[in-house]
């Protein structure tokens, strides 16, 4: 396979993964944490089964890599207004209580292992910083609407 | 009168010359290769990590500050602006040490690999003084009056290290072919420098 043929396949794969998986998660921040969970942690490889199949292996973790390194991109550009969004959408979606969400995040940290690898430690730092703070956000409106309404939806921003 | 002026006005000229020639280290074409490929990987984190436009208005943005303002308490208003001082103190200093790198090696290597007249030399030296006086004068003002205190020199700060940047990669050219013409890539990265 000639370098131009593998980087064309490299793209079709990225097209169809975009519009066959990552077209149903709308949040860059949902679209990282499943990109991250296809790395294998021992080999810095990703693996996609129904990827690998229409094309090789190797395309499949290069799109799979290429694909990461974009929405690491999207949600390192987003405003913390935005972070603070999809992290809401993304506890909703998970069907975690929010106390026990808040918790394992500000404990375990697991946005730490989720960005691409060969990542600029300042940019991995500020995204962490900005996830620190939307935490911090999403808690204390957390704590407001149960103190307003005990036993009323909590996660729900003034806007909705 | 008239020509003691102009006698004087010569050999002062002729003295900052000699000056200019004594300041400029001597260059050695030992451990060029190194300081070449340092320079490379100062220019290549500059210009993908560091100094991209929409990497750096993130780190100013000031619709953060507002957000927090409006809709968070006190307690974590202290955690945003600590928090963004911190990163924009960590952006600065790793500004300056990778323009340090690439100022050492256009002043002690840069000669034995692209042919630099004087002018373009004294130049290049002046935007390297420029911008290493604006990261102290930011660094500064950050620590004195946090991260939204001198948005205007954070912005002219990030501007005359992409012009060096684009300088430097100009006299770095030479080294494309042997890295390898990269393919065009349509997918949305969004790798735009400031």
């Not at chain 2, 957000?67 to 928090?83: G, M, N, T």
């Amino acid at each position: 396979m000639t370098a131009l043929s593998k980087h064309q396949d490299v793209r079709a794969a990225s097209r169809d993964l975009r519009l066959r998986t990552l077209s149903l998660m709308p949040h860059p921040l949902d679209r990282l944490i499943y990109l991250a969970s296809t790395r294998d942690y021992n080999t810095g490889l990703y693996h996609h089964d129904g990827l690998a199949s229409r094309f090789s292996d190797e395309v499949a973790c290069e799109a799979l890599a290429d694909c990461h390194r974009e929405a690491f991109h999207h949600l390192l550009t987003s405003s913390l207004e935005d972070i603070v969004r999809q992290l809401e959408a993304y506890v909703e979606v998970s069907r975690t209580e929010p106390v026990e969400f808040i918790a394992a995040w500000r404990g375990l940290k697991p946005y730490q292992v989720a960005v691409p690898a060969q990542t600029d430690p300042l940019t991995a730092e500020f995204l962490f910083s900005n996830l620190r703070v939307a935490l911090a956000i999403l808690e204390s409106r957390f704590r407001r609407s149960q103190l307003a309404a005990p036993g009323a939806s909590p996660l729900r921003s003034p806007g909705q | 009168m008239t020509s003691l002026i102009i006698f004087c006005a010569i050999g002062a000229g002729l003295f900052l010359l000699l000056l200019l020639a004594m300041v400029r280290r001597p260059s050695r074409p030992e451990g060029s290769a190194d300081a070449l490929l340092g320079a490379r990987h100062a220019l290549r984190t500059l210009q993908v990590s560091l100094l991209p436009a929409e990497v750096v208005e993130r780190f100013l943005a000031r619709d953060d500050l507002d957000y927090v303002l409006a809709a968070a308490p006190l307690s974590i208003q202290q955690l945003f602006l600590q928090e963004r001082k911190r990163i924009l103190l960590a952006w600065i200093t790793q500004v300056r040490q990778q323009i340090t790198s690439l100022q050492d090696f256009h002043f002690g290597h840069s000669r034995h690999f692209v042919q630099m007249s004087l002018t373009t030399e004294i130049g290049l030296a002046w935007e390297f003084a420029v911008l290493r006086m604006e990261c102290r004068a930011l660094y500064l003002l950050v620590v004195l009056r946090g991260p939204y205190g001198a948005p205007l020199i954070a912005g002219k700060m990030a501007g005359t290290a992409a012009r060096l940047c684009s300088i430097s990669e100009e006299s770095l050219a030479f080294l494309a072919p042997a890295e390898g013409r990269a393919i065009p890539d349509d997918s949305a990265r969004g790798d735009a420098h400031v």
